[in-house]
């Protein structure tokens, strides 16, 4: 169903650009990695049982200790004894400031360095090997071994991943999750959104169309959207969720109402590694730890038991045992379900559908196993849910077919995500005025011109925020920066352009340009709590043994392989044309071809890079000329005709959206259970 | 490329579309250039593909929207309405304020039966001045220009009624929230 006519030389294109690609499902709890083998997703296990390194899942747990980083199951077991330097969950930090931690300080047994206005840092090591680390370089470290166990199972090295980010994410939490993806070594293809990766992995496996609701609870965040499958066309019509609501709040929920319950008390605030309080800090960083491992295997054994036992044993030799049943685990995770609940609905709204229009909802993510979280949602939508692919795959296996796409594999599919909280930008009196709209379908763009307000004023301060509220404060500042050189001019002469670009990763781009003088300002939007490319370029340096040496090795390779693929590419375009190139473009083009392959093979990744650049720019003309003909050739033979019918019979329904009533719902709904 | 949203979707340029075929006429294209196809091409095709998808993106998002069309249209027209344009209409303005205490008072007494029948009641009208626009859309498409230029600021007096009943709806989602949180 999804076959596609091949355009003329295309499919000589797609072998010789073809890349060894996989999915990475980069969890709070558990990281998977999956590719594509004869069509088919399939997760990589690792190969070490003695480890227990066979298992799909590897935890997303790293230790830092004097030997060196310990990544997956073996962190694990680091972690009740060294709390401080075993960074669990650490995606709840990633692209966050200290400030927005504020509600979830409870029981995190870390040591954090002081609020310097940029990203959480971990304090981790001691003595000399005491340092400051960002959960950027967490995650990649956890990216990096779990490309590792990819690398061997796919037989060479990886050159290109999708790394799957809650659709929640915000733009500084896409950010630092593709520059853990780069300071990992890894090409990143693509950031897909998860819920979108499981319906993908969903509607392939079923052949699935109609709307489908995808209600992820994971560890750390949860995530709803709608989509609707038609053709091999996913199309995301709304989303939404909390990128700081999942099972790992349940446990703490859990702790600390039988600490409190028991009269215990745990103090994290002795932030010192120092004299005397060093051991009392690290027994309460220790319990705090333990009580919270402790709540999460009762809640997980009350899946399928309807009471367990929560064992924890106290500094002075007491202990706390308690029997939980499973209603205690409803009614303690009733506040937190009641949050998703409320997203649900909005989302329905958004999609300006209700919830009986459905034809299914799908269970993704850990938490989604417990028959306390299942049982909310089949009230919640009127159904029983589908989660007959296991929920702690499917991302994962969406990710990998979304890979194989971006590496020029067979599979025809096409993912049309949204971005999930509007954009704008302050104006005066702190009100924010939205220049791209929540649920608008990414890549969009959307420019707006802003005047002077004083007199002889010769800047502009652009403050970017994400959010849905109408004041600055209610919204996530992005980044700010200044358009100047604005001729000095009455109030309301000067005109500032300001558009915004949001790519297929959800990321935003700025750029400001002064109407009249032309003074031009562009940023991608470094958020606050983000890193410098500097910073990044360091720490990649960083981790190289012979740095210089190593990473220029590595770049050259880079450049040459993408050299390579473009000169294959364009030399298969060439042939495959049909009368669209024009002589002088032909002539240009060739000539940067021949320039190009002089470049790659001499050493100097700089000049290939160029090199690519030039051939691009020669190019140009005769890339656009076939983006028409593609259109063209696919319009074929269709006539306006079809779109002649009335807006009477389909009724323009509520409010500023319409609703339309007969929306086709081919329905083929799955054989559900 | 730099033609109306219309001519990029292929549609006719007019008011009256139907949802669906604007959808599948934004589907049928957009599923040619996105930029997912043009992964491993030249960075010039990507670059081409990624400004192709990005027009559909933004003509799909406002012709498929009644109210964003018929502004868009009315724009093409020449017409424009500033962003705190008001109607110049006492009789209007008295009987939304008065629907907007109605509400407010629902609002703080708590009726959220009252407060969800005031909306039904405004989505009704709204839906009616959107079906009332099909006819003046008619004559601004029609060849006749007396006729057109007769409805065009009939055309934009309804929208800005209509900016009025969309804040007022919005007005009721907040209300309706409040139990919410
Ligand atoms: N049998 C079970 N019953 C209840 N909860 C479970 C069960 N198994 C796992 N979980 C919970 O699921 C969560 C982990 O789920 P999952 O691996 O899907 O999360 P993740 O993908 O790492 O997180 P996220 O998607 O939020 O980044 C943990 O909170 C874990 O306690
Ligand atoms: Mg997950």
Known sequence: MLMQIAEPGESQIKEACRKRVVGIDLGTTNSLVAHVVDGTPTVITGGDATAGDDAALVPSIVHYGADGVVVGHRAAELAAEHPRDTIVSVKRFVGRGLRDLASQRALLPYELAPDDGRMVRFVVGAGDARREITPVEVSADILRAVAARATAAVGGAIEGVVITVPAYFDDAQRQATRDAGRLAGLEVLRLLAEPTAAALAYGLDRGSRGLYAVYDLGGGTFDVSILKLVDGVFEVRATGGDSALGGDDLDRAIAAHLLAEAGVTIDLAADTEAGAAAGAALAQRRLARRAVTAARAVKERLTDADEALFTLSLADGRAIERRVTRAELAALARPLLDRTGRACRRVLKDAELDAGELDGVILVGGSTRSPVVRAYVAELFGREPLCDLDPDQVVALGAAVQAEVLGGGEQQVVLLDVIPLSLGIEMMGGVVEKLIHRNSTIPCGASQTFTTYADNQTGFDIHVLQGERETVEGCRSLARFVLRGIPPAVAGMARAEITFMIDADGILRVTAREQVSGVEASIEVKPSYGLTDEEIEQMLLDSFDHAEDDLQRRNLQIERVEAERILAATRAAIDGDDGLLTDDVRAATEAAIVELRRLAAGDDHLAIRAGVEALDLASKPFAQARMNRVIEAAMRGRTVDDVDHSLAHVHPGDHDHDHDPDHDHAHEPPDGR | ?181
């Open chain 2, 1 to 181: 490329m730099s033609g109306s949203y219309f001519e990029l979707l292929g549609l006719p340029e007019r008011f009256d579309l139907a949802r669906p075929a604007i959808e599948a006429a934004y589907l049928d294209r957009t599923r040619e250039v996105h930029p997912d196809r043009f992964a491993t091409a030249a960075a010039s095709e990507r670059v081409a593909a990624l400004q192709r998808s990005m027009q559909l993106n933004d003509a799909y998002q406002t012709l498929r929207q009644p109210v964003r069309r018929a502004e868009y249209l009315l724009n093409r027209h020449g017409v424009f309405i500033g962003d705190n344009e008001r109607l110049d209409d006492a009789a209007f303005l008295m009987e939304i304020l008065e629907l907007r205490e109605e509400l407010a008072e629902a609002r703080v007494a708590g009726k959220l039966d009252e407060v969800a029948r005031l909306q039904a009641e405004m989505r009704r009208r709204h839906r009616g001045l959107l079906d009332a626009l099909i006819p003046l859309f008619a004559a601004v498409e029609g060849d006749d220009a007396a006729g057109r230029a007769d409805a065009l600021p009939r055309v934009k007096r309804t929208l800005i009624e209509l900016r009025y009943l969309a804040r007022y709806l919005e007005e009721c989602d907040a209300a309706l929230d409040d139990e919410e949180a």
